[in-house]
Structure formats: structure tokens, C-alpha cells
């Protein structure tokens, strides 16, 4: 396999670094602030995603050591606003999601109704097939 061209490694090693820029410079602005540090919160304002913050090798023991003075991070729901589009497919299709479970229950409901009717019809069928079979 041959490896990528030069100007194409150039293009990925300025996007590596401007990231890293922008993770770092956020970093400082949410020590300065006193903001609760943490690899979501750190890459949502950076831009950056939280994978590339896990994976660096310098800035991942930073956050660490940020996260781990701050104590730990208060467990609050993000308010609408701050939720991401991700959030809000999985409610769409968690809200899909029940409306098909209702939607199967009652047309459960309704065949289990229809198959004990169809059973008493052949259960007197044969009643009335068992009367006429000994006359």
C-alpha cells in the first residue's frame, strides 16, 4: 500500500493542529472562566469531536487533570438548547418507536379478539356437526 502524497499529509497535519489549537485555546478559556471540564463539554466548544480528544496523547492527561480538580461533574440534563441533533433523532425515533408498539398492541388485541370469536363459531360448528351425524 503506498502512502498518502505529500500535499495530502500536509492538509491533514494543519487540520490536526488547528484542532488541537482550537481544543487547547478552549481549554484555557473554560480553566479562566471556571466552566466544569470535561471531554463532551471540552469538545463542543472546541469543535473538535470527543474522539480526538481521547486519542491525543497530550491533551487527553490535560483534560484529566482539569476534570479530576473540578471534582466530579454534576449529573444535570442538558436543557434543550445545548442537546445535539443526535438527541433529538433518537427522541424522534423513540417517540416512532412507541407509536408502532401501540400501534401492534391494539392490532394484537384485536386478532386475539377475532381468533376467540372464530373458535367459539367452530366450537359450536362441531357441536352442531356431532348432533347430526347420530340422528
Known amino acids: 500500500m503506498s502512502s ?10 494543519a487540520r490536526t493542529d488547528n484542532a488541537e489549537k482550537r481544543a487547547r485555546s478552549a481549554l484555557a478559556q473554560m480553566t479562566q472562566s471556571g466552566e466544569s471540564i470535561s471531554f463532551a463539554s471540552l469538545a463542543r466548544k472546541a469543535g473538535v469531536s470527543t474522539d480526538f480528544l481521547y486519542r491525543h496523547h497530550e491533551l487527553r492527561p490535560l483534560i484529566e487533570r482539569h476534570r ?25 425515533l423513540s417517540a416512532r418507536l412507541s407509536q408502532q408498539q401501540r400501534i401492534h398492541r391494539e392490532e394484537v388485541a384485536l386478532l386475539r379478539k377475532s ?15 356431532a348432533r347430526y351425524e347420530m340422528t
Open 68 to 92: 479530576a480538580k473540578a471534582g466530579p461533574a454534576p449529573s444535570r440534563p442538558l436543557p434543550l438548547d445545548e442537546t445535539s441533533s443526535t438527541s433529538a433523532a433518537v427522541r424522534a
Open 115 to 129: 381468533l376467540e370469536i372464530a373458535q367459539g363459531e367452530n366450537l359450536e360448528l362441531r357441536r352442531r356437526l
Open 4 to 13: 498518502l502524497p505529500d500535499h495530502l499529509r500536509q492538509a491533514v497535519r
